[in-house]
């Protein structure tokens, strides 16, 4: 069984930053994607970023491109994503998630198949 766990969500006020850490269980860490996600009130879950296995692909979505940055420490077992310039608008819950995924397809929800509890993200204006 894997666990995903997030943690580094808090308020912060627009143009700060903050990091967020998602540590895995289980010994296959290092052989799937990991993805992170958000979601705010009232809207669908979204893609944030993705890191391929081996740390060599990124991919993130346009909102955030050049503001994020998702790194991971497959010794460690965990994934972080690191936010700077924040805004209003990245106000959400963040989850992370493993992905079976390589490519566009970690732009996707459905494949990724264990998702954490979330960790909430308030950035005030």
């Known amino acids: 069984q894997v666990q995903l766990v997030e943690s580094g969500g808090g308020l912060v006020q627009a143009g700060g930053s903050l990091r967020l850490s998602c540590a895995a269980s289980?010994?296959?860490?290092?052989?799937?994607?990991m993805g992170w996600f958000r979601q705010a009130p009232g809207k669908e879950r979204e893609f944030v970023a993705a890191i391929s296995r081996s740390a060599l692909r990124t991919y993130y979505a346009d909102s955030v491109k050049g503001r994020f940055t998702i790194s991971r420490d497959n010794a460690k077992d965990t994934v972080y994503l690191q936010m700077n310039s924040l805004k209003p608008e990245d106000t959400a819950v963040y989850y992370c998630?493993?992905?079976?995924?390589?490519?566009?397809?970690?732009?996707?929800?459905?494949?990724?198949?264990?998702w954490g509890q979330g960790t909430q993200v308030t950035v005030s204006s």
């Open positions: 998630a493993r992905g079976d995924c390589s490519g566009y397809g970690c732009y996707v929800a459905n494949n990724y198949d264990y």
């Open positions: 289980g010994r296959t860490f290092s052989s799937y994607a």
